[in-house]
């Protein structure tokens, strides 16, 4: 401890900080959840959550064991045509449930996800701070929030196939196969008319 | 007993049955469990079994406590173009996971099958049995084995979002406001290139 109380960074610390991290988030929900008040109950100075984690979203995906590079998509995706921004998109989260070490994170997080309400908030909110409001600003449509969660609801899907229920023609596909035919539907649920088939021929 | 050893209908035996097919299409898969093997298995005579369940179809959904009405679906489409048939789909499956009983049947086997490789293979084989071979059907595309496979996981992806992870903007929304906006999308798995958004504008 220092003089004014606060804990130093020691090899311990960080772990400290994602621990009550991850139930301020949960109990709370992202936004209503501040980087100070996360470290005032770690009992370290914030700029020390700011040395490790580098931001409140940086944070979060520690919290949630998620790669950074998920996270510098959302931006670069900013840049980008739809149709390039989306393959991005789909591309990084295929990198992400494929690698050992976060496909084992999130695999846990689905498991506790049915199971657990802390572990749900936490996916929720997860979808909603990240996915949603990247793909949200990406279409003009007043139902917005939900063409992003449906889009959430196919990659988190993909995702139950791919590597729980394992189902062949999902488990075995490359990621060039996947992004091939999972892009154009993102695109859709962004950009379609959204009144069903019956505009269709 | 009967004379032959095998049982007749008692108020025990239905559910006889469906624990012998529960345990024969899981480990067994359902492509290679007869209604003739679990028959004998449960000691009942086949006609019982198709007496109780019409069908391996329907034996196969009382196992797995699915409403007869989602495989009358899979019959009903086949009459269908296209964009009727998805809406179909899409409405059907979604009255399933929204019914009371329904839902926590099908919840209950997501729970189970993320953590249990029995539950897991049950999910699967439904998958592979009903949905994906009549959506196989719908596609003259090469990959149409693993264009279906992705419609099925839009459509787990949704139950998650929607009755597990409890995401609002699908939470919330009704039926109608679904089926506008995922039956488009299916048809794009089941007729679109499938060589990513570079054709696109």
Known sequence: MSPTGRRRG??????AILRVARRHFASRGYEATSLRTIAGAAKVDPALVIHYFGSKEGLFAGAMDLPPRLLETFDEMASLPVGEAVELLVRRYLEVVDSDRSRNAVLALVRSAVSNETAATMLREFLSAGMLRSLEGRTQRPDAERRAAL????LVGIAVLRHVLRVGAVASATRDDLVALVAPVV?????????????GP
């Not at 695109?187 to 505009?199: H, T």
């Open 10 to 15: 020691t090899p311990g610390t960080r772990g």
């Open 151 to 154: 889009v959430a609801a196919q």
């Open 187 to 199: 695109v859709q649920y962004l950009e379609g008319p959204g009144d069903g088939c019956r505009s």
